[in-house]
């Protein structure tokens, strides 16, 4: 039977506005995801604004559309939508409670994201809110008193409002500046307490206003603004590293296994620029450089980036330590596949959630081998896990054999991975260890926990916490350092 070092580390991840509520609580400031209605498959989420005529209208922001916001739009929060950032599942006034839940299955690291507009309320003022560091400052106290340490991401997805209305979020060089300056009264109040920093989430899933605070989401501005994210992580990297010495510092991958869709040479080669369209994000912050393939990627796209001098060596001295990314699912890819980011086709021989996601361990076991071998640095799974719709017996237990499967395979799969082809994998955070917020549809019926959260997919619910039957089977797991996943 294989098992994982001791050191590894065990936890779960979340991120702020999909968990932690209290949107207008302790000097918080608006943050682009305040804007984002809930939604479902059928149809989409979508940050609402005004026209300057006085009209309403709803712009698609889910994690699969990103749609521009028209000219003159306003965004606004109206009476009549639901948002669920608001108050998410309130873990903001749970999370004593929500931690020791996740120190029961004996959690060593907990991921978690910092709201950025909690600390700097419109992303600009010179002094941070001391509410808001002191929020994070009590939930790091209370992590260390279960004996977990923090592992941090920086920016989930979102920025202070106002740097998307003034500056056009990350299109300009002036969010850097913010950005850089947020980084250090984190390490600053934090560094001492935390090793293990996340410097942006799912660099490639991010697009448009609610992500990169952009008010166009065409390829032009897209990738300008991420030249200008990958300037800002190699910046922090390299002041985190300044401030914090033996500081680690990672960013998040949104990395779907992609398979040739038959091994027509036409599909394998496409197959491989398409991995080649997501891998370039992480390629560019892990190695330090634009590959070779950026110029073809970029001019296929239409694409001039805004490069000035110094940039080369900013990200040459900023390149991360370790490689993070999440893994939910693989796709396939033929010739007549669109080239995106993220996603691909379904594979014929997967079972898929109820969202339509492919389940694929041994596509797990596949990536860790794909980035190890491209990379060569340590590795670490931040978010795996499964989306699905859980049912309440009358007796209050939640059977979920399901969740079960899911995760002993993939966490199998990683074992494998480690024990038998020799991958250094520092640690796996499942996504996301009490229900929350879909990130990609605002629904609370896609449920990853293995603590449920009575919340229904409007907010109503008395957002009681409960255990469902992963719940001792994952603890077993880490007390086992995963022996028990081969028992019968
Ligand atoms: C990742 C995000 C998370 C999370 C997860 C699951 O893309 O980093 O924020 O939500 O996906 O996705 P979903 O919530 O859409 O099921």
């Keep these: 039977m294989m098992k994982v070092p001791k050191s590894f580390l065990w936890g779960g991840a979340t991120a702020d506005f999909q968990f932690e509520g209290g949107f207008n609580e302790g000097g918080r400031g608006l943050s682009t995801h305040d804007f984002e209605t809930d939604g479902s498959v059928e149809n989409p989420r979508g940050i609402t604004y005004k026209l300057p005529d006085g009209s309403i209208g709803r712009a698609r922001s889910s994690f699969f559309f990103h749609d521009s916001l028209p000219d003159g739009a306003i965004p606004v929060i ?22 020791e839940l996740m120190a029961g299955m004996g959690f060593n690291v907990y991921r978690f994201s910092i709201c950025w507009s909690r600390i700097f309320p419109t992303g600009e003022e010179s002094e941070p809110n001391e509410a808001g560091l002191k929020f994070y400052d009590d939930l790091i106290s209370e992590l260390e008193k279960h004996g977990m340490q923090p592992l941090i991401t920086i920016h989930h997805d979102e920025l202070p409002m106002n740097l998307a209305e003034k500056y056009d979020g990350w299109s300009s060089r002036k969010t850097i500046d913010l950005y850089l300056n947020y980084c250090r009264v984190l390490f600053e109040r934090f560094g001492s307490r935390c090793k293990y920093w996340l410097t942006f989430n799912e660099i490639n899933a991010v697009r448009g206003f609610t992500s990169c605070g952009t008010h166009k989401a065409d390829n032009q501005t897209h990738y300008n603004a991420v030249h200008n994210m990958f300037l800002a992580s190699a910046q922090a990297v390299k002041l985190g590293h300044e401030m914090m010495p033996g500081s680690m510092f990672g960013a998040m991958y949104a990395s779907s296994g992609i398979y040739p869709a038959t091994c027509k040479p036409e599909d394998v080669f496409a197959s491989m620029q398409f991995r080649r369209e997501t891998l370039f994000f992480i390629d560019v912050m892990a190695r330090g450089y634009y590959p070779n393939y950026s110029r073809d990627l970029l001019n296929r ?25 999440s893994y939910y699912r693989s796709n396939t890819v033929s010739s007549t596949t669109e080239l995106r980011t993220i996603g691909g086709d379904p594979n014929p021989y997967l079972k898929q959630t109820p969202w339509g996601w492919g389940i694929d361990a041994l596509g797990l076991r596949y990536v860790l081998n794909e980035f190890y071998d491209r990379y060569q640095k340590p590795l670490f799974i931040v978010e795996n896990g499964l989306g699905a719709i859980d049912q309440v017996e009358s007796d209050g237990s939640i059977n979920d054999d399901y969740r ?14 480690m024990e038998i082809d020799g991958v250094e994998c520092l640690g796996y955070t499942m996504w996301a260890p009490i229900d929350l917020v879909s990130l990609s549809t605002g ?21 009681k916490r409960s255990k469902k039957k992963s719940y001792d089977w994952m603890k077993h797991v880490i007390e086992t350092s995963g022996e028990s996943l081969w028992e019968k």
């Design 78 to 99: 109206l009476e009549n939508e639901y948002y669920p950032s608001h108050k998410a599942v309130d873990h903001f006034h749970h999370y004593k409670e929500d931690i």
């Design 443 to 463: 629904e609370m019926k896609k449920r990853y926990g293995f603590i449920y959260v009575d919340m229904d997919d409007k907010g109503n619910g008395s957002l």
């Design 404 to 417: 079960i499967d899911f995760l002993r395979d993939h966490l199998k799969a990683m074992v494998e991975a």
């Design 301 to 325: 796209r239409g694409v001039t980036l805004k490069i000035e001098s110094g940039d080369d060596q900013i990200l040459k001295d900023g390149a991360l330590d370790f490689v993070s990314f």
